[in-house]
């Protein structure tokens, strides 16, 4: 195998990282909520991030709108989104066992990525905004202004939703009912409300994710597959509803993605990240960041 | 001859939090012995320990001379200690006889033959009638029944009940006793854990009382009724004792 | 009731099928194999997802290490395919014990176990998309040899067919066969709650262990018959996410643990989604999948024990009203 390692090559790709993983964590912390409250993995958040890129894809390209202002539809759009999906399909089966809730989320993802395809073929679309070719320059390394936006913004979204949870109301109550539904029931807590907010929210959240990475990313039917993995893959190494956890381990699959590239030939990087994956997976289930429960 | 059970210096500890604190004691053939403390005395814990569900921290465990400490649950089942759930622990979704089926099976690797043995052990606990019905549509009594045919049907020769009469009615509580008096009359080495005194008292040959994760005392029910550092622990408890 | 009765029930359907040549058109042949080929493998995936109760969403991989080997043996060293099933059932089985033998070590289970299942098989994808010797992401075309039994190819469905009716009658009969026996019971125990099982002397490690290795090789065996049928094999179309969707899609649907359900799944939604596709492929790409989607997202809210479960469950409800009411005579209550 040719294994490459040069200096230049290595810090470009590390900054690259830096970025990816910026976006990574973005698009993960509403799985990671949503996993967190409700211990139900939902595998259609990939296909929810696809209809937030493809909705901030039409306003940027056909509706001539600047795509960080397509932010105010895109999010509000996303959150009512999770909301009908969450009372439609998995509300009326939240007492059934997790894995049915899972095969149901799996039906959903399948829905979501053929209807798209049905409407929009198979295509790979982006657009070219006056954002595109903004590139910072530090030394010989090129830095994309468009994914340091992203990266500002996952950064304040984290931050967004971290002070949510932790003063609001609302956030108590979310976080009451991820630790014990029971409890939080007898406490007068709306349970089912809780839950139906954190979904909206988890999807909302990807509004926003979709907005900023319109500009440099793409869209196609299928693009919340790969993208859909590596948030399970951010989340696991985080530890389930651990924000912070989310962000670090959005980051270090950045790296492992961009750096993986740089020294790995073809596609073998992601047989690399995926490595990753299911070495956390076996010995620090719990993620990252979480004490060890006994 | 050897006891049937020796446990020596068992402790386990959680974090800082000490559950069980270097409990030693002996169970003969035959017996049936009470284990009776407060809530959070480390009972269960002690339970959990012997029937290889949690590994000690410290101390040995010895099963008809054999050492047991930190085998697998379902190695220390199969040498012939089996044990009932606190919080009983069916299969919700196949029925009484299918339940007891899978205890069976330790002994027999035939469908047929399991059956048999588990409709027997079923007619045993009384539960025969219910022998076709699914477990998650039983009462919780009858569950409790099926806790003890599903340990049964494994022939143990040391049977772990773990509050069998706990959240049954007064009547329930007669028909339970007598069942578990039974099995005693069978032959089957008993350790009872039980919160309703009046099932401990009237089984138990001896009765050996924990609080705080130690021993705090050991002898015949009337003994231990009578001991002053049992009266302490269960200060405030005391009219369940009576 | 007779046990022997589910076992010739098995043989006179089996029986009866093989008369379907005479009347079916091609087009219908071909289908019928596709059904038998996913009938198969969703009742080799149904003894890890239903009876075990483990929802492994990779047993592409198993399928796709059966493809790969045959099709590789074939190719590279002309060997017979019948050497390739042989390598593949002991490839497989390899893999599939140490895959298992990790995961339930660790007491992964749940979503956790399912997320696992899917990275394997999805680093499965990009490893065989990057080597060469194995047609890298454009997979292997395989040579057609002749109508003969020896190189596992026939002239046209027929054979295949009769193949694959002697696959499903054989899976459904080691189905019915174990169903009374030890093993099924332990994995039906695992389960319904795995301390209990514990508690009650099954090796649950042991037993999960022994499930996924019989699953994968029977997947693997699925996998070499595949690559027989279509002479191809892709990175995508063996291994992969889709594929290990679709594989236990029919078993859910048809009805999870259930000895008939996988192929009742297979049945009905194979040809529905191929005449869909044949009649709306061209205007509505992924139409079929489309289906499949609205199909899983429907049982799971309205029939989560599948079709078969479901008439399980109204039959056993109709016995127990026909019954007369028996009292618990010792407890005294009369629920």
Known sequence: MNLNFSGAVLSQAVASGIMLG????????????????????????????????????????????????????????????????????????????????????????????????MLFSANVQSVNT??????????????????????????????????????????????????????????????????????GLGSATLGLAGSLMIPFYYTSPTVGVFLGLIMFIVVVLGGMGNLLGCFVGGLVIGLAETVGAAVFPGSLARVFTFSIFIIFLLFRPQGVLSKRQT | MTAMLEVRGLTRRFGGLVAVNDLTFEVNEGEMIGLIGPNGSGKTTTFSMLSGALRPSSGTIAFNGERIEGLKANKVCRKGLARTFQVVQPFPDITATENVMIGAFVNTGGGRQAEAKAREELERVGLTPKADTLAKELTLLQLKRLEIAKALATEPKLLLLDEVAAGLTSTEVDVMLKLVRQLNTEGITCIIVEHVMRFVMNLSHRCIVIDFGSQIAEGTPEEVLNNPAVHAAYLGEEASIA | MNLKMPYIRIVVIGALICLLPLVLSTFYMHIAVLVLIWAFLACAWNIIGGYAGQHSLGNGLYMGIGAYTVAYLV?????????????????????????????????????????????????????????????????????????????????????????????????????????????????????????????????????????????????????????????????????????????????????????????????????????????????????????????????????????????????????????????????????
Not at chain 1, 168 to 186: C, E, Y
Not at chain 3, 88 to 109: D, E, H, N
Not at chain 3, 270 to 288: A, D, H, K
Not at chain 3, 294 to 304: A, E, K
């Open chain 1, 130 to 199: 006056r954002y595109s070719t903004w590139n910072i320059h530090l030394g010989s390394v090129v830095i994309s202004g468009t994914q340091l936006i992203a990266l500002v913004g996952s950064v304040l979204c984290t931050l967004g939703v971290w002070y949510f949870l932790k003063t609001t109301d609302s956030g108590r109550a979310i976080r009451a009912s991820a630790q014990n539904p029971t409890a939080a029931t007898l406490m007068g807590i709306d349970v089912p409300r809780t839950y139906l907010l954190a979904f």
């Open chain 3, 75 to 335: 190719n590279r060293f002309n060997l017979t395919p019948w050497v390739g099933l042989v390598v593949a059932i002991i490839l497989s089985a390899a893999a599939a014990a140490f895959i298992g033998w990790i995961v339930f070590r660790y007491a992964l289970k749940g979503a956790y176990f399912a997320l696992v299942t899917i990275a394997l098989t999805e680093a499965a994808v990009y490893v065989v998309s990057n080597i060469p010797a194995l047609g890298g992401a454009g997979g292997m075309q395989m040579e057609y040899r002749g109508n003969s039994l020896a190189y596992m190819q026939f002239a046209g469905q027929n054979g295949y067919f009769y193949m694959g009716v002697v696959l499903v009658v054989f899976i459904l009969l080691l189905t019915q066969w174990y169903k009374r026996k030890r093993f099924f019971y332990q994995l039906i125990a695992v389960r319904e709650n795995e301390d209990a099982a514990e508690a009650l002397g099954v090796d649950t490690v042991k037993a999960k262990i022994k499930a996924n290795v019989m699953s994968g090789v029977l997947c693997a065996v699925g996998g070499v018959f595949y690559a027989q049928y279509f002479l191809y094999v892709g990175p995508r179309s063996v291994f992969g996410e889709v594929v290990s969707v679709q594989i236990l899609i029919y078993a859910i649907v048809g009805g999870l643990g259930t000895t008939w359900g996988p192929v009742v799944g297979a049945v009905l939604l194979v040809p529905l989604s191929e005449i869909t596709r044949g009649q709306l492929g061209n205007s509505f790409p992924g139409s079929q999948l489309l289906l499949y989607g609205l199909v899983m997202v429907l049982t799971m809210m309205f029939m989560p024990f599948g079709i078969m479960g479901l008439a399980d469950r109204l039959r056993q409800r109709w016995q127990h009203r026909s019954a007369t009411p028996l009292v618990d005579s010792q407890g005294g209550e009369a629920s």
């Open chain 1, 22 to 117: 910026g976006l990574f964590a973005l698009m993960s912390i509403g799985l990671t909520l949503i996993w967190g409250v409700m211990k139900i993995i939902n595998f259609a958040q990939g296909e929810f991030l696809m209809v937030a890129l493809y909705l901030a894809y039409f306003l940027v390209a056909r509706g001539h709108i600047d795509p960080y202002i397509t932010i105010i539809i895109t999010v509000p759009f996303m959150f009512f989104f999770g909301i009908g999906i969450f009372r439609a399909t998995i509300s009326p089966i939240l007492k059934d066992p997790v894995m049915n809730q899972i095969m149901l989320t799996l039906g959903v993802s399948l829905i979501l990525q053929n209807l798209a395809l």
